[in-house]
C-alpha cells in the first residue's frame, strides 16, 4: 500500500487523574502497559509508526483534553486499524490486569492525510 492511499493519524494521548493519584508502583505498571500500546500499534498490519512525542517533562498533572501528554504519529492502512489501535487502551492490561489501560490514559485519534514539505 503506497502512502497516498493511507491515513496520516495522530493518536493523542492523556494522562488521567487516576493516573496522578496512584502508588509508584502502579505508574510504573502504566508506563508498561504503555510501552505494550506503542509496540501493539506498531505491529498492526500496514501501519508505520513515524514518531512518538512525550511531554511529560515540561507538563505537570492530567491532561484530560489538549494539550496531551504524549502523541504518536503514524501511517495507517485504513479506518479499522484507526480503531484497532485505540481499542489497545480498552483491552491492555495494568499490573495484575484488574483494570485496562483506559483508567489511567485517554485516546483521542485524528484522521488526516499527509502533506509533502515543499521544496
Request: charged share 25%; hydrophobic share 40%; net charge negative.
Amino acid at each position: 500500500m503506497n502512502v497516498e492511499s493511507k491515513h496520516r493519524v495522530l493518536f493523542c494521548i492523556g494522562v488521567s487523574q487516576n493516573f496522578m493519584d496512584s502508588t509508584q508502583d502502579v505508574m510504573g505498571d502504566v508506563w508498561l502497559a504503555f510501552q505494550a500500546v506503542i509496540k501493539g500499534i506498531s505491529d498492526l498490519p500496514g501501519v508505520d509508526v513515524l514518531g512518538v512525542l512525550d511531554d511529560d517533562r515540561i507538563q505537570v498533572g492530567p491532561s484530560e483534553n489538549a494539550p496531551w501528554t504524549a502523541y504518536i504519529m503514524a501511517d495507517v492502512p485504513d479506518y479499522d486499524s484507526v480503531v484497532a489501535g485505540c481499542d489497545f487502551f480498552r483491552s491492555t492490561p495494568v499490573g495484575d490486569g484488574t483494570y485496562k489501560l483506559w483508567k489511567f490514559m485517554k485516546v483521542d485519534a485524528r484522521i488526516g492525510r499527509g502533506l509533502e514539505v515543499p521544496e
